[in-house]
């Protein structure tokens, strides 16, 4: 065993434990939010927990290029830990973002949920697909996880043009759903990004941003 | 690109023992070629190929082609009618221990080259003399010492002074053999920005074992593997992106 692997490990659990926490904290959000359950205060800590690992992940890198100055296959690992991080903690920052939905517009079970259930599943989904892509360095799973971000694009677009279309009956209802699929759809970008990476530690490709 | 040397399958011998095999490379002009690879690679003989110190050697052989495009040269260096001692003056040599001549003047370190060459006149020697120490980074230190001995600088003030020494003459490439390995890393820090400056003038060609090294002066560096070139390629590509397998093992220190 390389010393520099010992560092490697270390990141590679530290980030196991983002993917897990910011997994739970988007989808514990999207539910509390349609069951208008109170866990704003949960939530709140995850997404601070995410924040704080992400900085923890940073600094391990950090150090990890000056004491070994890795190359090749390392160095891209380590620069895809850095992003895919970021990835984790914005996870955990767009859940408080829908959770905060709740507290400001109240219950809203009365709205029609359609879009926001299908375009969670969907995301729960790529979350999933993304981490499972990352441990196992899997670029098929990558590979879909890419193809669903584009349906969750559709939901949200076609749910924005439907508003302007369809005069709204509810502002309430309009308002909050459009914000909740408008962070479903940056998680879904983010999750692709994940993906992303993962391509770039086996292959050293890089795809054009969207 | 604009290649100043064009290696084609080039192999060499000690005595029985091939050490080179069918190397080909191009070799970019005005830039840094860094030749990494493990110890017995063949990468110094390589550079002692580009030349034509090798067969100096007794029962040293090569085969193969390296056409040099120079200023006044433009050919095979392995033309039976090219003269090697020709061929030597348009690439200047550092090897990796500093080996000023002790008996000589730091001075005359440099202006040796130039009189041996037929050169007479004092003043365009003087100005060729203090011009290289200058370009070696060498003359703000030693302008007070330039007839004590070479030998009496620092290990690192030592191999500029072979460095002014290596383009005094004016070569088009100079090849360096592990320059730095000898060297503390301020001296070494110093080398490489010179480095990096001369090759507005020179193209370098330097094998190093120091990757970090490579990384950071080259502009292309070659991966030799038991007389083999493996991966010629941009130096960011390589050390971020190697394609070959053996590459990656290497840089990354999965060898072995």
Same mark, same amino acid.
């Given at each position: 065993?390389?010393?520099?692997?010992? +560092?490697?490990?270390?990141?590679?659990?530290?980030?196991?434990?983002?993917? /897990?926490l910011?997994?739970?904290?988007?989808?514990?959000?999207?539910?509390? =939010?349609?069951?208008?359950?109170?866990?704003? $205060?949960?939530?709140?800590?995850?997404?601070?927990?995410?924040?704080?690992?992400?900085d923890e992940? *940073?600094e391990?890198?950090?150090?990890?290029?000056?004491? =070994?100055?890795?190359?090749?296959?390392?160095?891209? #690992?380590?620069?895809?830990?850095?992003?895919?991080?970021?990835g984790? *903690?914005?996870? +955990?920052?767009?859940a408080?973002?829908?959770?905060?939905?709740l507290?400001?517009?109240?219950?809203?079970?009365?709205?029609?949920?359609? *879009?926001?259930i299908?375009?969670?599943?969907?995301?729960?989904?790529?979350?999933?697909?993304?981490?499972?892509?990352?441990?196992?360095? $899997?670029?098929?799973?990558?590979?879909?996880?890419?193809?669903?971000?584009?349906?969750?694009? /559709?939901? #949200?677009?076609?749910?924005?043009a439907?508003?302007?279309?369809?005069? =709204?009956?509810?502002?309430?209802?309009?308002?909050?759903?459009?914000?909740?699929?408008? =962070?479903?759809?940056?998680?879904a970008?983010?999750a692709?990004?994940?993906?992303?990476?993962?391509?770039?530690?086996?292959? +050293?490709?890089?795809?054009?941003?969207? | 690109?604009?290649?100043?040397?064009?290696?084609?399958?080039?192999?060499?011998?000690?005595?029985?023992?091939?050490?080179?095999?069918? %190397?080909?490379i191009?070799?970019?002009r005005?830039h840094?070629?860094?030749i990494?690879?493990?110890?017995?690679?063949?990468?110094?003989?390589f550079?002692?190929?580009l030349?034509?110190?090798h067969?100096? @050697?007794?029962?040293?052989?090569?085969?193969?082609?390296?056409?040099?495009?120079?200023?006044?040269?433009? @050919?095979?260096?392995?033309d039976?009618? %090219?003269?090697?001692t020709?061929?030597?003056?348009?690439?200047?040599? %550092?090897?990796?221990?500093?080996?000023?001549?002790?008996?000589?003047?730091?001075y005359?370190?440099?202006?040796?080259?130039?009189?041996?060459? @037929?050169?007479?006149?004092?003043?365009?020697?003087?100005?060729?003399?203090?011009?290289?120490?200058?370009?070696?980074?060498?003359?703000?230190?030693?302008?007070?010492?330039?007839?004590?001995? @070479?030998?009496?600088?620092?290990?690192?003030?030592?191999?500029?002074?072979?460095?002014?020494?290596a383009?005094?003459?004016?070569?088009?490439?100079?090849?360096?053999d592990?320059?730095?390995?000898?060297?503390?890393?301020?001296?070494?820090?110093?080398?490489?920005?010179?480095?990096?400056?001369?090759k507005?003038?020179?193209?370098?060609?330097?094998?190093?074992?120091?990757?970090q090294?490579?990384?950071?002066?080259?502009?292309?560096?070659?991966?030799?593997?038991?007389?083999?070139?493996?991966?010629?390629?941009?130096?960011?590509e390589?050390?971020?992106?190697?394609?070959?397998e053996?590459?990656?093992?290497?840089?990354?220190?999965?060898?072995?």
């Amino acid at each position: 065993m390389r010393l520099i692997d010992e +560092g490697l490990q270390r990141l590679n659990s530290k980030i196991i434990r983002m993917a /897990n926490l910011s997994r739970e904290t988007v989808e514990l959000a999207v539910n509390a =939010y349609l069951k208008n359950e109170k866990l704003t $205060d949960k939530i709140f800590h995850n997404s601070e927990t995410l924040r704080i690992l992400q900085d923890e992940v *940073s600094e391990l890198a950090v150090e990890l290029i000056a004491r =070994y100055q890795p190359v090749a296959s390392d160095l891209r #690992y380590i620069k895809s830990c850095m992003e895919i991080a970021y990835g984790f *903690s914005r996870f +955990g920052r767009y859940a408080y973002d829908i959770i905060q939905v709740l507290e400001v517009f109240g219950d809203s079970s009365s709205c029609d949920h359609t *879009s926001i259930i299908k375009a969670s599943e969907i995301v729960h989904k790529m979350i999933d697909l993304s981490i499972e892509a990352f441990i196992n360095r $899997d670029l098929e799973k990558s590979l879909l996880v890419e193809k669903m971000d584009d349906e969750v694009d /559709n939901i #949200y677009e076609s749910y924005i043009a439907n508003l302007v279309k369809e005069k =709204y009956k509810d502002l309430k209802c309009a308002v909050s759903a459009t914000l909740i699929l408008r =962070y479903l759809e940056r998680i879904a970008d983010h999750a692709s990004y994940i993906a992303e990476a993962v391509l770039y530690i086996v292959k +050293g490709e890089r795809k054009p941003r969207k | 690109m604009d290649i100043i040397l064009s290696v084609r399958n080039l192999n060499a011998w000690y005595g029985e023992k091939q050490v080179l095999f069918d %190397v080909s490379i191009d070799i970019p002009r005005y830039h840094i070629t860094a030749i990494i690879g493990p110890s017995g690679c063949g990468k110094t003989t390589f550079l002692r190929c580009l030349n034509r110190l090798h067969e100096l @050697g007794q029962g040293n052989k090569v085969k193969g082609e390296v056409y040099f495009y120079g200023r006044n040269f433009k @050919g095979n260096i392995y033309d039976p009618n %090219v003269d090697p001692t020709e061929i030597r003056k348009h690439m200047g040599m %550092v090897f990796q221990k500093p080996n000023p001549f002790p008996m000589l003047s730091v001075y005359d370190n440099v202006a040796i080259g130039l009189k041996i060459n @037929g050169i007479k006149d004092k003043k365009k020697i003087n100005e060729i003399v203090m011009n290289s120490l200058k370009k070696a980074y060498l003359l703000d230190e030693v302008q007070d010492s330039l007839n004590k001995s @070479g030998a009496s600088l620092s290990g690192g003030q030592q191999q500029r002074l072979c460095i002014a020494r290596a383009i005094a003459y004016n070569p088009e490439i100079l090849l360096m053999d592990e320059p730095t390995s000898a060297l503390d890393p301020i001296a070494t820090s110093k080398i490489e920005q010179l480095l990096v400056e001369l090759k507005k003038e020179f193209t370098i060609i330097i094998v190093t074992h120091n990757m970090q090294q490579a990384a950071r002066i080259s502009d292309y560096t070659a991966f030799m593997y038991l007389g083999k070139l493996i991966e010629f390629a941009p130096t960011e590509e390589l050390f971020e992106t190697p394609k070959h397998e053996l590459t990656e093992k290497y840089i990354t220190g999965k060898f072995g």
